[in-house]
């Protein structure tokens, strides 16, 4: 038998060979796959970004998650919230519609749910026309039903201040309202990973997950004269006939706040919730969020 260099015979060495180049192979075979299971980080618009796993918690992206930034009508999210903790809460109760929540929304050139003066409105349909067409009428009448005082003022700021009470119950610390519906006084602001969380626990709420995943409604309310007619609303969130899976969550816009969204779907029992804020327009800060929401359900 014929002995190769330092007594390897060729056979021996052929097999060598291939192994070693078969090891190579599959070696890179496993470094790609690790690397395609790993997506790359998605580069956005807004100024700042946030998502995480709504279950577990766990962070899945971030881009300035904790700089303070307005909040535009995401606001309303809170608002809704702090509604939805009232003792004895019933849904059912009706509110009149009163003329200084329209002309608050004149005055402000602000969105609005067209709610009508005199009309009776049950709280329930006014958390409608707050999160669908993003109504700052129905945020008014909301404030000034649950705020407590001798005054509309005066129920407000306490409305207001419960809203504040909440971000502190939930360990926030760089969130303050100033408003009830996100048209501020200066001091109206939030980040990112701070709405996501407060996004996160209002969803914990039968009524606001059904709310804010319903894309349009019809309501029936009484009119002042005892009659009725029919209100009807459709989110101004376009992600939840675009986005698979999509459950919410509330859009928000303003000169100071630009385009805002905070968003949740769920896919494959996995539900994903993040915030986005100061977006460049409608349509980024949507191409914004379904960025971070696909790379976010990959990881």
Known sequence: MKIGIKGISRASATVTVALTAGAVLAGSVFAATAQAATPPTPTI????????????????????????????????????KVVLAQKNLNLDSKVTIQKAYSDYIVSKGASSAH????????????????????GC????????????????????????GKMNASAK???????????????GNGSNYSTPR?????????MKNSTFRTVVKTKSTKQKVTTK?????????????????S????IGVKTGSGPSAKYCLVFAATRN??????????????????????KIMDYSFKK
């Open 169 to 183: 119950s939930l360990g926030l610390k760089n969130t303050h309202f100033d408003s009830f519906d996100g048209i």
């Open 115 to 134: 709610l009508i003066v005199g009309d009776k409105v049950t709280v329930r349909q006014l958390l409608y026309g707050l999160m669908l067409p993003s």
């Open 225 to 241: 004269s005892g009659g009725y007619r029919y209100m009807s609303w459709s989110n101004t969130n376009t992600m939840l006939s």
């Open 45 to 80: 618009a807004a100024k700042g970004g946030f998502v995480m796993n709504n279950g577990t918690a766990k962070t899945l992206f971030t881009k300035a998650a904790d700089t303070r930034r307005s909040t535009g009508s995401t606001t309303k999210i809170m608002t809704a």
């Open 269 to 290: 029992g996995k539900t994903v919730i993040g915030t986005v804020l100061a977006s460049t327009s409608a349509t980024t800060r949507t191409a914004d969020m379904k």
């Open 194 to 202: 701070d709405l996501t969380k407060i996004a996160s626990s209002a």
């Open 137 to 160: 009428d129905a945020a008014y009448a909301l404030a000034d039903k649950f705020g407590t005082g001798t005054t509309r003022a005066a129920r407000v700021k306490s409305f207001i």
């Open 243 to 246: 986005y698979s899976g999509a």
